[in-house]
């Protein structure tokens, strides 16, 4: 790979038996990408687990949930002048052998910010019927207000540069950052592409509540994609990091 | 057809209990427990009920305009709870800012504090 300074931003809570195998992980596929684990307001010794394994660590005073400690990652990153960043997951779901297809695209130019797919490349990720049907509907609805044909809208998995890295260091949505930073990200004028990634399953819980869960997620992620719709993008100034 | 107006008794105490209101919000102030800018929808709300309340005349006919007949004291409780709801809206909004802030605060600290136990230069 190219000699930009690059770096993985993982955001992990209460992940001290698996943080030092995800940061080992990383390091070993790639030993020119630092790491910076954002510990969010974790309770057991992640921090101390990740700073063990190499990692550079920021510790949050107090849980923010996911967008918020991605965001102090990105933060990070861009204050320490790094030129790429992977997201990566702390729980593992995310494999390290996979980070080439994400940073490509962004290494050769062709695109502000890269997401890793689990489903653009045809097969490859399975679960169950309900989350499948939320997947695709929101995939459609991003895909609609964006204008472009995106697949996977709740992927983690991605690389950035410095010009996305700016815009997400300085406003990150909080609640369903992923879902949310696609259509921000497109609404900005950046370059988005998604390539298709192997993930790790996660483990699902019992069908009938993860039908449950999906609707009320869906009725939550439509709604904040609604009224995301018009809000206005302009980042007050007080609120700039 | 006559419009029953408002009974002078619930006059009377309605007025008592919103310059109760009125006087609690101004003495908050004043013992700085309550900022000026949280305190205004509050004053609002006690000058408006304290006019509705003591001005029967005005009760009466904008119970009149509003269709409501038989009971004008109602009116005082529509506008009572407007204005509640609307002082809920305005600290929801309150405490939006002071998450976003706090959120903010948290990042700072956090990266602040990453920095000087790398003593990483600042850029």
Same mark, same amino acid.
């Given at each position: ?13 209460? +992940?001290?038996?698996? #943080?030092?195998r995800?940061?080992?992980e ?10 910076v684990v ?9 921090a101390?687990? @990740? ?5 550079h ?7 923010l949930? $996911? ?12 204050? *320490?002048?790094?030129d ?5 997951d /702390?729980?593992? *779901?995310?494999?390290?052998?996979e ?11 062709e @695109?502000d ?7 653009? /490349? ?9 989350r ?6 929101? @995939?459609?609805v991003?895909?609609? $207000? ?7 809208t709740?992927? /983690? ?5 410095r010009? @996305? ?8 949505p909080?609640d ?8 921000m990200? #497109?609404?900005h004028?950046l ?36 009224? /995301? ?6 980042v007050?100034l +007080?609120?700039?990091s | 057809?006559?419009?029953?107006g ?22 908050l102030?004043?013992s ?14 006690? =000058?408006?009920l ?8 005005g009760?009466?006919t #904008? ?16 506008v009572?709870?407007?204005?509640? =709801?609307?002082?809920l809206?305005h600290?929801?909004?309150? =405490?939006?800012?002071?998450?976003? *802030? ?8 956090a990266?602040?504090?990453a ?9």
């Open positions: 790979m190219s000699a930009e300074r690059r770096i993985a931003v993982v955001p992990a809570y209460n +992940e001290e038996r698996n #943080i030092a995800v940061v080992g990383l390091g070993a596929f790639d030993p020119e990408l630092d790491v954002v510990s969010d307001g974790s309770i057991d010794r992640t101390e687990a @990740a700073e063990a394994a190499g990692a660590v920021v510790r949050l005073p107090f849980n949930g $996911i967008g918020g400690a991605v965001q102090t990652g990105f933060q990070y990153a861009w204050e *320490q002048g790094y790429l960043v992977v997201r990566c /702390g729980d593992g *779901q995310h494999i390290p052998s980070l080439p297809k994400v940073i490509a695209p962004v290494l050769t130019g @695109a910010i890269a997401v890793g797919s689990r489903f653009s /490349g045809g097969e490859g990720y399975r679960s169950s019927a309900s499948r049907i939320g997947i695709r509907l929101l @995939a459609l991003v895909s609609g $207000i964006a204008r472009q044909r995106v697949t996977d709740t992927s /983690g998995f991605q690389a950035l540069n010009r @996305a890295l700016e815009l997400f260091a300085a406003d990150y909080h369903y950052p992923e879902v949310e930073g696609m259509v990200t #497109i609404k004028r370059r988005l592409v998604e390539v298709p990634v192997l993930m790790r399953e996660r483990e699902h819980g019992r069908s009938s509540i993860t039908a449950l869960r999906s609707i009320y997620y869906m009725a939550k992620v439509l709604t904040a994609l609604f009224v /995301g719709l018009f809000r206005r993008d302009v007050p +007080e609120d700039r | 057809m006559i419009a029953a408002t009974p002078l008794k619930i006059s009377i105490a309605a007025t008592a209990a919103s310059l109760v209101l009125v006087l609690v919000v101004f003495e102030i004043r700085r427990r309550l900022r000026e800018r949280y305190a205004l929808l509050w004053l609002l709300t006690g =000058i408006v304290v006019v509705l309340s003591a001005w029967r005349g009760l009466n #904008i119970a009149l305009w509003l269709g409501v007949r038989g009971y004008p004291p109602a009116v005082l409780f529509a009572g709870l407007l204005f509640v =709801i609307l002082v809206l600290y929801s909004t309150v =405490i939006s800012r002071l998450s976003d *802030q706090n959120v903010i605060l948290a990042q700072r600290l990266l602040l504090e920095k000087l136990s790398e003593r990483l230069p600042q850029r």
